[in-house]
């Protein structure tokens, strides 16, 4: 597992796993899986910069660190750093599991087709998320640039460092009823790690949470266990 962006979602990711283990394999073993965390801000700056070959390279290196020590397939445990997924699949030694691409399979299985999409900024206006959901016809809605804004200053200044303020709670929560007024949502896709540990509840005024890091560590426990 590419970790550390950010180290609160990685623990996550890591409680995740082993829990999903247990329950799929009730025999009181563990699952054996290498975690090599990366530095957050090193990979921002690709991002920020408009970087993708950079951004490519630095992710490369760090599942090349993981298939060296014998690992038989890999995942980026972060949503944004898939901007550089395809690219990153492509030179990988080692298979990676998509957040994306497991997120729509199961957003396709509970037959939702139009949903608000909250990240980070990079997330919220790149298309590495509309460009696999689109092919089965999955409306992808960004809210507003004043709501994006709040949500990226709140994710890096709160979220990743480890705050989970109810005040944000709160606003994040008033963001959903904004665009459930505007728009007919039937979701909401929590594409950021972080979010998913603040807004913890399953929905919110009858808007299902789409918790994309829950998703990708089911497909990481099913690949275990089929590897």
Do not use: W
């Not at 550390?4 to 009181?28: C, F, H, Q, W």
């Not at 016809?137 to 990226?152: E, M, R, T, V």
């Amino acid at each position: 597992m590419l970790a550390g962006m950010g180290p609160e979602s990685t623990v996550d990711y890591y409680n995740r796993i082993i829990a999903l283990y247990r329950e799929r394999k009730p025999d009181g073993s563990y699952p054996q899986f290498v975690i090599n965390s990366v530095d957050l801000e090193e990979g921002r700056a690709f991002i920020e910069g408009g970087d993708l070959a950079g951004l490519t390279k630095f992710l490369l290196a760090g599942i090349e660190k993981l298939a060296r020590a014998g690992c038989d397939f890999g995942l980026m445990a972060a949503n944004t750093p898939h901007l550089a997924f395809d690219e990153v699949a492509r030179a990988s030694p080692i298979p990676l599991i998509s957040i994306v691409e497991a997120t729509c399979t199961e957003v396709k299985k509970r037959g939702l087709k139009r949903l608000c999409l909250f990240g980070t900024r990079y997330t919220m206006q790149a298309d590495f998320y509309p460009k696999v959901f689109v092919r089965e016809s999955i409306q992808l809605i960004p809210p507003p640039a004043d709501d994006q804004d709040y949500i990226h200053k709140k994710y890096f200044g709160e979220l990743v460092p480890g705050k989970f303020l109810p005040e944000t709670h709160a606003g994040l929560l008033a963001i959903v009823d904004r665009m459930r007024a505007k728009i007919d949502i039937d979701g909401v896709l929590l594409a950021g790690t972080e979010l998913t540990l603040i807004l913890r509840e399953p929905e919110h005024n009858g808007i299902p949470f789409i918790d994309t890091a829950a998703i990708h560590c089911q497909a990481a426990v099913a690949q275990m266990l089929d590897v």
